[in-house]
């Protein structure tokens, strides 16, 4: 593929190349303050019945918030698009590029659930090429398994549910030898040394790299993601997403937490060190047969019992995840970093079974 010639516009569904956007009130009146009266959105003009007031709709570009995020993670705001976790934009890719009956997109499993599920959902085939034994990419059975309809590939780095980073020159390889979109998946690249590819963007015009601020930022309930890709794109997603699809208090917060950066190296911090505690605990107990590396704030225990284990841990009010027929992650348990004193009671609970 030559980079220099790729034409996003020729990958798109062909209705989605005239489509008209909606052009919702805060688009043909961007200016708010308090010193106009707006009768142009059919708003409550009382305030909320909490007494709060977010009945005004939200900026359907969140701008202020890609400002301070531009500057966090050094990507021009025309190359950020927020949306509703990172599952929103998953879905969009599958909307704007795919399309049901004859397209088909690739996944790397073990992997993130939702591809498969948004793949389902939009009625398009889905291949699944697997890790290698490594973990890592596949890169010449990828390749093969392309064709002319072959519109996306999903990688996860670092990869759930194993936890570990794929290798950069690989999804390089297939950035440069394919005629599609990679997306690349960095939900945990705050817990990883590897460099975030949303740096790599002028690089590649088909690149989309996909983060989150539900992990190292701590805001899971309020979901929020994150999507860096070319202008091109960009420009595409903001035509089809719905008018407002980030509410005003989401916006608010993370535009607090964007002034805490401070407080969230300093959790991810903790989280990593409590990770590798974790993992010299358990390596050392003869029931953990291996202890996948992990980039990411999860590790990923192979175990003799999975099922066992999984329900014994529940009836001491111990939660974790049971990957055990997951592929490549045969009897496998896979535990969430908690705090050091969730962290000391899952290693008590394990440790008595």
Request: hydrophobic share 35%; with cysteine; net charge negative.
């Amino acid at each position: 593929m030559e980079k220099s010639t790729f034409d996003i516009s020729s990958l798109l569904r062909e209705h989605i190349r005239t489509m008209t956007p909606y052009s919702s009130a805060r688009d043909e009146f961007e200016e708010v303050s308090d010193d106009f009266i707006f009768l142009d959105a059919n708003e409550n003009p009382f305030g909320t019945a909490t007494g709060e007031k977010y009945n005004r709709y939200p900026d359907p570009y969140q701008r202020a918030v890609k400002e301070k995020l531009s500057k966090v993670k050094h990507v021009p705001t025309e190359n950020i698009f927020l949306g509703n976790g990172s599952d929103e934009p998953i879905d969009l890719l599958f909307r704007a590029f795919v399309e049901s009956g004859k397209d088909n997109v690739i996944i790397l499993p073990p992997t993130y659930g939702m591809y498969q599920v948004s793949a389902a959902l939009n009625n398009v085939e889905l291949r699944k090429v697997s890790l290698t034994k490594s973990l890592d990419i596949d890169t010449e059975e990828v390749l093969n398994t392309i064709d002319q309809h072959t519109k996306l590939i999903f990688v996860c780095s670092p990869n759930n549910p194993t936890g570990n980073s794929v290798s950069v020159d690989r999804i390089e390889h297939l950035l440069n030898n394919f005629n599609g979109i990679v997306v690349v998946d960095e939900a945990y690249i705050d817990f990883s040394d590897q460099e975030s590819f949303s740096q790599k963007l002028d690089q590649y015009p088909n690149l989309v790299v996909l983060q989150t601020f539900s992990k190292a930022w701590g805001m899971a309930g309020l979901r929020l993601g994150m999507m860096f890709a070319s202008k091109e794109i960009i420009r595409v997603f903001n035509i089809i997403k719905p008018p407002y699809n980030i509410n005003q208090l989401t916006q608010e917060k993370a535009l607090e937490c964007l002034d805490n950066e401070d407080k969230v190296k300093e959790m991810v911090s903790v989280l990593i060190s409590e990770r590798e505690r974790l993992k010299d605990e358990l390596s050392s107990l003869p029931r953990v047969k291996s202890i996948y590396p992990s980039d990411a704030n999860f590790l990923l225990i192979q175990v003799e019992d999975a099922n066992n284990d999984y329900d014994r841990l529940i009836k001491s009010n111990v939660v974790i995840r049971n990957r055990a027929n997951v592929l490549l992650c045969d009897e496998g348990l896979r535990i969430s970093i908690g705090t050091k004193e969730e962290n000391n009671k899952f290693i008590e609970a394990f440790k008595a079974l």
